[in-house]
């Protein structure tokens, strides 16, 4: 079936220090991409989102970029706090699909 | 963003009895809500979806009678544990989206444990 996945299971950054999350999905109708951060015991909290019309999209302190021709999404995450220390996941659909496919989560653990 | 409001946050119940958990869209209308369940250190697992005034779609393997879903109106949505068993014992989760295709909203989830 359609899935979307992570590569890095878990990932420690250094305070201060950049950190990118890699997601590889395999449904090529998706077009509608967004990342999620769920602190323990919370429900997912939405962090950016990007359209296959486009290939990059900066937040806050995050950049998402959109490979299309490999199916690969990344977030980065600039100069990373400790409050950044959560589980991400990517999630995907397709036009007219409601449903949002989930990755399987990365936990970024930011070390002080 | 928008406000997704699940209430309990956290429940015990004993084995045998229903539980019902509540999931509102507090600033806006929701044309469909999701219920998830997710176990420790896994994704989230899509349950149902809900469409407001309509049947909710399960997802293979859910049992429909076990997992009550009502959509009264286009701000809530109730999830119904019947005869909750141990293994019930779960984080569930609820979203809501204005429309296809569009961010998803979370409801802070509910720690179901039955003991």
């Known amino acids: 079936g359609e899935s979307v996945g992570l590569h890095l299971p878990t990932l420690s950054v250094q305070e201060g220090d950049n950190s990118i999350i890699n997601c590889a999905y395999s449904n090529s109708a998706s077009d509608y991409f967004i990342w999620y951060k769920q602190e323990s015991g919370k429900g997912p909290q939405f962090i950016i989102d990007?359209?296959?019309?486009?290939d990059k999209r900066q937040g806050q302190r995050v950049t998402v970029l959109l490979n299309k021709t490999v199916k690969h999404l990344s977030l980065q995450i600039a100069a990373t706090q400790p409050g950044d220390s959560a589980v991400y996941f990517c999630a995907e659909n397709s036009m007219g699909n409601e449903k949002l496919t989930f990755g399987t989560g990365t936990r970024l653990t930011i070390i002080p | 963003g928008a406000v997704v409001s699940q209430h309990p946050s956290w429940v015990i119940c004993k084995s045998g009895t229903s539980v019902k958990i509540e999931c509102r869209s507090l600033d806006f209308q929701a044309t469909t809500m999701f219920w998830y369940r997710q176990f420790p250190k896994q994704s989230l697992m899509l349950m149902a979806t809900s469409n407001e005034g309509s049947k909710a779609t399960y997802e293979q393997g859910v049992e429909k009678d076990k997992f009550l879903i009502n959509h009264a109106s286009l701000t809530l949505s109730t999830l119904t544990v019947t005869s909750a068993h141990p293994e019930d014992s779960s984080f569930y989760i609820c979203?809501?989206?204005?429309?296809?295709?569009?961010?998803?909203?979370f409801g802070q989830g509910t720690r179901l444990t039955v003991v």
């Open positions: 979203s809501a989206i204005r429309t296809a295709n569009t961010e998803a909203f």
């Open positions: 990007i359209r296959s019309n486009m």
